[in-house]
């Protein structure tokens, strides 16, 4: 990783620890249900895209759902070794790479554009609305192949589930069954959610936002002013606030980056109360 690379992921690293303090905690604000197919079981063993695959043909355990309370985002993909880099900060319940792209969906109608969120099923399974996370035919589906549409995306397309659907990217065409309607996000991240390596099959581009949960009780920090003005990276602040109480809600939804000159003016500030030469 270049020195430019780690100065951003320690300032990230250093947003997501006094965020953690604090968002809240509890579980994700009310979602849509996920719909199965009626053709298909809660087993999704009706469809082995990857039957060879053990991962994908065993029972999945279950898994508590975690609100995510963060999003970070970067010019280039996340790291498997940066997520678990994230994910080892004390405090920090779950961490999932996600990668957003555009594609080209062949339906009856025509083609239509049609948004992904691309991810490692086993690792943002717990930052999924808690309907789509309790729902294990999800990610065993995913594991094999399958794409989930966001419900209102499936009038849209006027799609029926349990068909295939031709995916355009940039390197090729996939034609994964459609395995179901599942919520990726509140709101959703994107109209249909496929796995990382779908989306690198495709062509699209590698993760670059990053998904934090955080656990009850997490450490307060502070951002470390001396290494924003250094590396010259702006914190990303998520501006959403959470409800107090989990499952209420949340006012907004977005990211914004802090201004530069408010860090330089804390240190101008700090040093003049401390007595040292600028």
Known sequence: MTVAGRSALGCLLALLIVAAAGCSSGRDPVASDTYLPPATTST????PADAGNPSAAAQLPTVTA?????QAISTIPFTADQAQAVRAVPGVAAV???????????VPQGARQLSVAA???????????????EAS???QGLLQGNVFLAHEEQPVLGVSLGTDLPLKGPKTTLSPRIGGLAANGVP????????????QALGLPGPTMLLVAITPGGPPTAID???????????VINTGIAHKDAGIGQIGAGIARAPLACFSAALAELGRRLGLAA
């Open 44 to 47: 999704v063993s009706d469809t």
């Open 66 to 70: 975690v609100s995510p309370v963060l």
């Open 96 to 106: 999932a790479r996600v990668g957003l792209g555009l594609i080209t969906a062949n």
């Open 119 to 133: 991810v490692d099923p086993l690792e943002f399974r717990p930052l999924a609305p808690g309907p789509t996370a």
């Open 137 to 139: 035919f999800v990610w």
């Open 188 to 199: 959703n991240l994107a109209g249909g959610l496929i796995s990382l390596q779908q989306a």
């Open 225 to 235: 002013a001396r290494r924003v003005v250094d590396s010259g990276v702006a914190p």
